[in-house]
C-alpha cells in the first residue's frame, strides 16, 4: 500500500487541508510583497542640486527661488531642471531675457540634493542619496536581496529533508520576520544591504516549505488545485503590495507592514501538522500516526486501520546514489538538462525583468504594479487549460516567443503612444507570467524520478541567476536607453527556441529512470489514466523562484 491509499482512507482533501491551505496563506502573499518590494522603497523621485547653502552666503539677495534655481541650476532640452550638476558660480547674466546657458562650466552638486516628495515621502535613493554617481545601488540592492534568495533555496532544501517541512518553517518565519524588521531600522546602506541578503535568505524558506506541506498532505487528484492556489496567493500579495505602497510611501514603515503578516504566520505555526509522508520517509511511526489520525478526526473519517511500519520501507523516496553528475552522463538528459536551464533562466529573467519596470507607460507606478498582478491571474487560468490541449512544448515556447514580441513592439512603439504601449507591455506580463507558470509542470515531466529532485535544484538554480541579473541589465538604460528590453526581448525569444526543442510529455507516462529517458519516449497514457497532478509533487523544489 502506497501513501496515496492511506490518505484516501483518511481524506486526501477535505476541512483538514482547507486548514492548512488557511494557515499557509498569510505567509505565502509576504513572498511578492518582498520579492518586489524594490520597485518602491527602491524608487527614484525627481530631484536637483540642494542650493540653499549659496542662499545662506548671501549670494542670492532678494532672488526668488524660481530665479535662485535659474542662476544655480542648468537645465536639460526638455526645460527641466539637470539632476546631478550646478553652475561651478551663480550666472546672474542668465536672468537677461537671451543669455544663453551653452558652454557654461559646471560641477556635480556641492551640497547635497532636494527631492519632490509629492510621490514618496522617502525611499532608499532619498534616505543615502542614492542619485547620480550612486543611483546603481539601488537596484544593486534588489540583486543582492535575490542573491539571499538563491543561496537560501539550496540551503532550505537541504534543511527540510534534513530536519522536516516544519522545524523549518518556522526558521523561515523568524528569520524573515526578524531580518525584515530589522531592515527597516538600518541606519546605513552596507547594514540595509546586509539585512535585506539575510531577509532573501530567509523568505525563501518559506516558499521552499510552504508548498510542500501542502500538496504532500492532499491526494494526487487534488495536487494540481494546491499548485494552483499557491501560485495564486502570489498574485493575491502582489496585488495587495501595489496597495499597501499607494498608501504608505515610508520606505521603513513599508517594509514592517509587509512583514508584519510574519506574525500572525509564527502564531499559528503550532496548528501546522509535519508532513506524514516526510515522517514515515524517516522511520517516525509515532508521530505519523498521531498527525495521520489528527486528519481523520478532522475530516470525519476512520482513523488508519493498517500497520504503518509496513509504509517505511515503500515510500518513494530519491535514490541516494544519483547526483548531479547524473543529469550531464548520458546525451538525451544532458541535452535537456542544459535545454532546461537555459528556459528557467529565459523565463525567470524575463518575468522579473517585465515586473521590475514599471515605469514608462503613461501609467504611475502604482497603477502599473496592480494591473501587471492582476493579468497574472486569468493567465494562470487560461495556461492550465491550453496544457492539456496545445501541450507543454508548445504552450512553453508559445509563450516565451509571444513575450519577446512584445518587447520588441514596445521597443519600436513611440512614447507618446502610451496606452498602446502600456496594452502591449501588460500582455507580455501576462504571456511571462504563463510561460513561468507553464515550466513548473514541464520540468517535472521532463526529469525521470531518480534526478528529479537534482534537475529541479539545478533548474531552481539557473532561474535565481537570471533573477540576480535582472535589476542589473536595467541599469543599462544609461548605456542605451533600449538597451535592457533588448537584452530580455532576445532572452525571451531564445528561451522560446530552446524549448521548441524539448521533447513533448503531454499524456506520456512520467521517465522513472535515465533509461527510460534515453530510449524513446512514445509510451502515452490515456487522459483518464494520466495523473497529471501527481506532478506537482516535484514543485516543492521550485516552489520559491516565482510563486
Known sequence: ??????????????????????????????????????????????????????????LFGNLTLEQRLTVSIPVREDGALKSCEMFAVPQFQLLDNGSSAADLPTVKCQSGWVYDNSTFTSTLATEWDLVCDRKSLTQTTGTIFFIGVMIGAVTFGFLSDKFGRRNTLLASYVMAMGFGFASAFANSYALFAVLRFLTGFGVTGIGVNSLVLGIEWVDPSHRSFIGVIGSLSWSVGNMLLAGLAFLVTDWSTLIMIVTAPLGLAILTWRWIPESARWLLAHGRVKEAQFYLDKCATFNKRQKVSIKLETLTTNIETQDKSYTYLHLIKTPKMRKITLLTGVVWFGVALTYYGISLNISGFGLNIYLTHFIYSAIEVPAKLVIYSFLNIFGRKKCQAGTLLLTGVCIAVNIFLPKGLWHARAGVAILGKGLSEAAFTTLFLYTTELYATVVRQNGLGYTSFMS?????????????????????????????VVAGLAALLLPETLNVKLPETIEDIERPRGNKVSSSSEEPPALFLEIQSTADVEQ
Do not use: T
Request: hydrophobic share 55%; aromatic share 8%.
Open 1 to 58: 500500500m502506497k501513501f496515496e491509499s492511506i490518505l484516501e482512507e483518511i481524506g486526501g482533501f477535505g476541512p483538514f487541508q482547507f486548514a492548512i491551505i488557511v494557515l499557509l496563506c498569510a505567509p505565502r502573499i509576504v513572498l511578492p510583497c518582498h520579492y518586489l518590494l524594490n520597485n518602491f522603497i527602491g524608487a527614484l523621485p525627481p530631484h536637483r542640486c540642494d542650493v540653499s547653502a549659496l542662499v545662506d552666503g548671501g
Open 464 to 492: 535565481r541567476l537570471g533573477v540576480s541579473v535582472a535589476p542589473l541589465i536595467l541599469l543599462l538604460e544609461d548605456v542605451w536607453s533600449v538597451l535592457p528590453q533588448i537584452i530580455i526581448c532576445s532572452a525571451a
